[in-house]
């Protein structure tokens, strides 16, 4: 549990800035969230209108503050242009496990963008929050998250069937898991 004992951490990568989400976010968060294509594998709906993206940018900081998720702004660092969100929740502190979650604007995607946020996303779970396991839940069908999480590293665990509801409908979930020692293995090469 961190939130309410640090301040919101922030990430440099090449090419992005990783910071906290703040409520001049809202509209290009709404732009990002409100598109279909992002949203098939989200876990909700498309939002419909502004004030529901300051909603769940409200709702990232109280998950901060209480110490059961974080979520990074990925902001192009010469333009501050929000681009998507990435972050882990679903932690479990007793047992040193998250899940990590991202999405990027539909404009930005093919491009790098969620490669280079979670490799550093992913470093500073393992070494600063001392993480020792990091799951992703994937859609079978969501042929460029699969790729992304096999590329960083994960190992398919198998399938959970009817995992999710999203859309109006039940959705089958790949689990993948990412240990410490994979991820350190991996670095050394």
């Not at 703040?22 to 990002?32: H, M, S």
């Not at 598109?35 to 909603?55: C, F, H, I, Q």
């Not at 699969?146 to 039940?170: C, I, M, P, W």
């Amino acid at each position: 549990m961190w939130g309410l004992r640090k301040s919101f951490p922030e990430l440099a990568t090449n090419r992005f800035t990783l910071r906290e989400l703040e409520p001049r976010d809202a509209r290009a968060l709404y732009a990002i969230l409100s598109t279909d294509e992002v949203m098939r594998y989200y876990g909700s709906d498309p939002l419909l209108a502004v004030y529901e993206a300051k909603n769940v940018i409200a709702y990232f900081k109280d998950q901060f503050q209480q110490g059961k998720a974080i979520r990074w702004a990925i902001c192009d660092r010469s333009t501050d242009e929000l681009v998507g969100t990435i972050g882990f929740h679903n932690w479990t502190p007793q047992y040193y496990r998250a899940e990590i979650g991202f999405e990027v604007a539909r404009s930005h995607w093919r491009q790098g963008v969620a490669f280079e946020a979670a490799t550093a996303v992913i470093e500073h779970g393992f070494n600063e929050f001392k993480f020792h396991r990091i799951s992703a839940l994937v859609a079978p069908e969501n042929d460029g998250s699969n790729r992304l999480v096999q590329k960083l590293g994960f190992t398919e665990e198998g399938l959970l069937h009817d995992y999710a509801y999203s859309h109006g409908r039940f959705m089958d979930l790949t689990m993948y898991r990412l240990l410490r020692d994979e991820w350190l293995t991996k670095e050394d090469k």
